[in-house]
């Protein structure tokens, strides 16, 4: 009965140990689960090293914003984090937080900028109009004793969307200019001007959140001059500021 | 008993003072507080000086002006201004036309994009370390050259050492111009090397 007795008050008391220690862990795992590490790093992008870790909860001052990374200090030392990675608990106010979302959304204005396989420069700007994006281009080629320019205004439109990429069009009206020597709007070589009709297809591959790079499949059909029509392949830079 | 009507008579005053006292509306303005302010950074500019290189010419200084819109966390989009001497001697053919005239200047204004390949940290003192990144540029523009004029192209390697306020840079670029003045005397084509120090916006 002594023997018995005494397992007895050993196995209540494995028991009592066994529930204080799981009590415990119960109580303690949803802080540890909240306490994160951040890795800061040197530089505004994830290729630059990590230079010190910070615990989530630790309160982080805000400094500088570039692109989608925050420069943040914790009073001693100071790092670089995604915006997205910047926890609840870092101590940023709620207008700090309005004003970084705010901040990383793309704007209504694009600008871009490429080539096209007639050696030609292209630069162009939009801004969104309903459901189409109002678009000025301008293109122009200079060899030096035969320069030729282009200028139109029309309509972009989105067509469709594949995952990321995207199928966009283009008609526009504008005007071509040739200078003396150049046979592109005129087979003379005059210096001339023809109104001109342009459609255009882009497909379109993201290369960041506001960058996209596209490859352009474009037609213009001169209404003057000598009415000549070009056809052009062209690789173009899409900046959304 | 006419002290207690006389302070019973009082307490409305008292509490209409109280009232006019408590309304004090606060203007609510949308944004951030000067304290919770965080300056953003979009870009950087810069000015720097290049040496050039030229097919049958001789090397010459040419003035940069730069600048840089950070277009993603890799990606930039660039605009160059260049301010170079072209030739010192007029060029003649075999009849004695001359070719091109001395003392004649190239302008070039180029924009493009730039994509950081690399990107680390760099110390000296092992204390202090700065940011550094290596991009290649693709530059595409018109140079001005004298009387003529033609595209430009160039390709670009930089290396860009990142301060807080301040970045330093070191740039080699081959370029070509499709002035077919130039091209015909062969000095349309050449490479340049160049030091950059600049600031953000």
Redesign the interface.
């Known amino acids: 009965m002594l023997v018995q007795g005494n397992l007895w008050c050993l196995l209540t008391r494995r028991v009592r140990q066994m529930l204080y220690i799981t009590t415990f862990c119960l109580i303690c795992a949803p802080s540890w689960a909240q306490q994160e590490q951040l890795y800061l790093r ?8 990590v ?1 010190f870790e910070v615990s989530s909860t630790e309160q982080l001052q ?9 420069l943040l200090s914790n009073g001693r030392r100071q790092g670089w984090l995604p915006v997205a990675q910047v926890p609840e608990s870092s101590g940023l ?1 709620r ?2 937080r309005w ?2 979302k705010d ?1 990383l959304r793309p704007g209504n204005w694009q600008v871009q ?1 490429g ?1 096209n396989s007639e ?1 030609a ?1 292209q ?1 162009g700007v939009s801004y969104p109009l309903d459901e189409y994006r109002l678009a000025a281009r301008f293109t ?8 030729w320019q282009s200028a139109e205004l029309g309509l972009e439109q989105v067509f469709s969307r594949y995952a990321a990429w995207s199928l966009q069009g283009f008609a526009g009206l504008g005007l071509g200019i040739n200078e003396q020597g150049s046979r592109h709007w005129d087979e003379n070589g005059r210096e001339t001007s023809t109104a001109l009709f342009t459609v255009s297809g882009d497909v379109v591959w993201p ?5 996209d790079l596209r490859l352009r499949l474009q037609a213009s059909q001169a209404l003057g001059a000598d009415q000549s029509a070009h056809t052009a392949v062209a690789l173009i ?1 899409n ?1 959304s500021l | 008993m006419k002290y207690l009507i006389l302070c019973l008579l009082a307490v409305p005053l008292l509490v209409n003072a109280e009232t006019t006292d408590i309304y004090q509306p606060r203007i609510k303005v949308a944004g951030l507080e000067k304290s919770e302010n965080i300056s953003r950074r979009y870009g950087s500019w810069g000015v720097g000086v290049a040496q050039q290189a030229q097919d049958n010419l001789s090397s010459r200084t040419a003035l940069n002006f730069t600048g840089r819109w950070f277009a993603g966390e890799r990606w930039y989009l660039l605009g160059s201004v260049q301010l170079a001497p072209f030739n010192q001697s007029e060029i003649r053919n075999s009849s004695g036309q001359v070719l091109l005239e001395s003392g004649e200047q190239a302008n070039v204004l180029a924009g493009g994009a730039g994509y950081a390949f690399l990107q680390g940290a760099a110390s000296l003192s092992g204390r202090t370390s700065y940011p550094w990144q290596v991009a290649v540029e693709g530059l595409m523009g018109e140079q001005y050259t004298g009387d003529s004029s033609g595209r430009y192209t160039g390709l670009a390697f930089s290396w860009q050492l990142l301060g807080d306020d301040y970045w330093l840079a070191t740039e080699w670029r081959v370029y070509q111009s499709d002035d077919s003045r130039l091209d015909k005397l062969n000095v349309n084509k050449g490479m340049q090397w160049g030091i950059s120090f600049g600031s953000y916006f």
């Open positions: 040197k530089g505004p992008g994830s290729a630059f090293p230079i805000p400094l500088r914003l570039q692109g989608e990374w925050l106010s207008a700090q004003y970084l901040a900028g080539w050696t420069l630069l122009r080629a200079n060899a030096g004793e035969q320069a290369l960041e959140k506001r960058l830079w900046l």
